[in-house]
């Protein structure tokens, strides 16, 4: 999977390392700031109450 | 690229040997894994840490609108509004810093932003039990030092006019030998094992999660808040943590309360119990 997508970046070695790095850092924020604060909720580590 | 032989890139695959999608199979499934593995550590940084960050800044919003709503009473109100500061609450063995905003209600979104009241349980200071829950992992992470609490810690309440002053009550394995024991030091004045109908209440117990009857008016005994109900504290947070398997909880009863003088706080703040 991440060699296929290493093959299928376009540019020299420098260009692909920064797309690389762009592309995590799209995943990690995507992850931080739409998934996790959906996911969370739904998950019962955070229940506090009683009842 | 200088060498001669090597191919332009994608000119040429290389010839498929078998064994070849197994492989690219494996490594694929591998490669999923590993990465599952990442995000989930990822979320531990984010339940952890991140949600620090942004509950920080709702609870310093949350404080300052109380600050305001207490320098500008708009007449006298009969229940909080879910979601709005009620109180302050201050517990000084966590270090003078220690100071959350308390909200009323106890829904996801309000405890995001700190500890909250549960509704219909007693106001500070009013007879019954004042119940308060928190998070403690994350968001702020307001109780994440419960457990450390010992019998005769401070947790103090400011509401805009007064100053309440509760203290954890003997621990279970302490209530034996109270007099003679803890009884003797300076913090401990007014705290002591309850009697009556309050005899099976100690300063800390981990109940499980349904049990909602330890924030009754009278914890343990679900029933009727009455005038004659001792003023007590009911501070709840998951346990262990990172787990909702369990609650923790403590409580504690109303020792002192001050009229608030512009400037000055309570002795109780200002000294830390070993």
Known sequence: MYSWIWQHLPGSRAMRVLQTLILVATVVT?????????????????????G | MAHAL?????????PRRRGDTTRTAIRGVGELLLTAGMVVLLFVCY???????????????????????????????DRPIEGAGIAKMYIPSFGSDFVFTVLEGTGQDTLAVGPGHYQGTALPGQPGNFAVAGHRVGKGSPFNSLDL?????????????????????????????????????????GVGPLTGRYAD???????LPAQTEVIAAVP?????????????????????PFS?????????????????????RPAELLTVSA
């Not at chain 1, 995507?30 to 009683?50: A, D, I």
């Not at chain 2, 191919?7 to 290389?14: D, F, H």
């Not at chain 2, 805009?160 to 030998?177: A, C, G, H, K, T």
């Open chain 2, 149 to 189: 609490l010992s019998s005769c810690d401070a947790i103090v309440v400011e509401t805009v006019e007064r100053w309440f002053v509760y203290r954890v009550l003997p621990l279970r394995q302490e209530s034996i030998d109270w007099a003679r024991g803890k009884a003797t030091q300076p913090q401990c004045h």
């Open chain 2, 47 to 77: 339940e952890a840490y991140v949600t620090d960050w942004s509950s920080a800044a709702k609870q310093r919003e949350a404080t300052a609108q109380l600050e305001d709503a207490w320098r500008n009473p708009r007449g006298p109100v």
């Open chain 2, 6 to 14: 090597s191919p332009a890139r994608g000119s040429l695959p290389p």
């Open chain 2, 201 to 207: 209440v100690v300063g800390k117990t981990i109940v």
């Open chain 1, 30 to 50: 995507l992850l931080l700031l739409v998934v996790f604060p959906w996911v969370e909720p739904r998950l019962p580590f955070n229940e506090v109450t009683t």
């Open chain 2, 244 to 264: 909702a398997r369990q609650r923790l909880i403590v409580h504690g009863i109303l020792v002192a309360q001050y009229e608030k003088i512009a400037g000055q």
């Open chain 2, 220 to 240: 343990g005994q679900p029933g009727q808040p009455g005038q004659r109900d001792m003023a007590l504290i009911t501070l709840t947070t998951c346990h262990p």
